[in-house]
């Protein structure tokens, strides 16, 4: 059974930065794809960043490129998204991802190829 486990979410003012944690247990970290949602109130969910097996291969969406930046400790099985210039717009629940099959990185957009966490709250004043 795969667990996700985030952390790090909170209040922040506009420009400020935040870095969310996602402990996984249940299989072998090192050989999954591992990712980030996000979703706002009234809106859909959306993808916000991913990142190969291989720590090397990264995804973003194009309203966080340049600003977030997601990264893994395969020793720790922790994945974590740092997020700088935080914008109101960012507010969202932030979901840590898990991709199902090992060693693929392909349909990377798609939330049915994942095992997701519970959620975290970011919540970015202006």
């Known amino acids: 059974q795969v667990q996700l486990v985030e952390s790090g979410g909170g209040l922040v003012q506009a420009g400020g930065s935040l870095r969310l944690s996602c402990a996984a247990s249940?299989?072998?970290?090192?050989?999954?794809?591992m990712g980030w949602f996000r979703q706002a109130p009234g809106k859909e969910r959306e993808f916000v960043a991913a990142m190969a097996w291989n720590g090397i291969t990264t995804t973003y969406a194009d309203s966080v490129k340049g600003r977030f930046t997601i990264s893994r400790d395969n020793a720790k099985n922790t994945v974590y998204l740092q997020m700088n210039s935080l914008k109101p717009e960012d507010t969202a629940v932030y979901y840590c991802?898990?991709?199902?099959?090992?060693?693929?990185?392909?349909?990377?957009?798609?939330?049915?190829?994942?095992?997701w966490g519970q959620g975290t709250q970011v919540t970015v004043s202006s």
């Open positions: 991802t898990a991709h199902k099959r090992p060693f693929v990185y392909s349909s990377i957009y798609s939330p049915s190829i994942y095992y």
């Open positions: 249940g299989r072998t970290f090192s050989n999954y794809a």
